[in-house]
């Protein structure tokens, strides 16, 4: 993702400035998905055959979400820059010579996209059905009502990212747009938001109550002690 070599002129020097938010838009999004993963065994520390089992597909999925979070991650930095529009398609749009490959670049566009959303889709989805398998054993891990109800919300915020991109998909395939495609991933902030919000203030909620309840019970023990001692 960054330049191996030493810059040989200032238009290579220009090129290895210019391009390493490419490298840390990938870095974050690989980073998140390596935040949530290592949550999910920090909280729950599970080795059973299903979860190794979801964990090798998680792994593999980011290995391969990488190369088109990178793709695009320099198409959108591009776009940003404001690049020849010409250049873009004969650089990353092109077509090797020889190959007999009728694909537009429109439609090049619109895959690079399903590529993506697939990518997308598949990372956030496996973390679910992982948080949904702790979920299914809270018993055996002995999950607390705010742990169950943090956890509902984890999977409900993967499922959100995970809708989004199917979304995404759903235009591509219904019409080949590729802006309004890309345009539905906006959605993810203002949703994962509302249930941000909600899951913190119903936890603390939940949170206060176990705490008074804990508090009323205890006053009750000590009433109890101080009354048989004046007995």
């Avoid at 119903?202 to 009323?216: L, P, V």
């Amino acid at each position: 993702m960054v330049s191996q070599g030493v810059p040989g002129t200032f238009c290579e020097l220009w090129e290895v400035v210019r391009d390493p938010p490419i490298f840390l838009a990938s870095f974050a999004m690989l980073m998140m998905a390596w935040q949530y993963h290592y949550q999910f065994f920090r909280r729950y520390g599970l080795e059973d055959g299903w979860t190794v089992f979801l964990n090798m597909i998680f792994l593999f999925h980011v290995l391969f979400y990488a190369y088109p979070l990178k793709f695009l991650a320099t198409f959108l930095w591009r776009l940003i820059l404001r690049e020849d529009t010409a250049f873009m398609s004969a650089f990353m749009f092109a077509v090797p010579d020889g190959l007999n490959w009728r694909i537009l670049e429109l439609s090049q566009r619109s895959w690079m996209l399903i590529v993506y959303g697939v990518g997308i889709a598949g990372v956030f989805g496996i973390l679910a059905l992982m948080l949904g398998r702790a979920y299914w054993l809270r018993a055996e891990l002995d999950l607390d009502e705010i742990e169950c109800f943090l956890t509902r919300g984890s999977i409900r915020a993967h499922i959100i990212t995970m809708s989004v991109a199917a979304l995404s998909l759903w235009i591509l395939f219904n019409g080949y747009q590729p802006g309004w495609a890309g345009i539905a991933y906006f959605l993810i902030g203002p949703l994962q938001t509302a249930n941000g919000v909600y899951v913190g203030r119903r936890g603390e909620a939940m949170r206060r109550a176990m705490e008074a309840s804990a508090g009323s019970v205890t006053l009750e023990g000590s009433s109890a002690t101080g009354s048989e001692r004046g007995e």
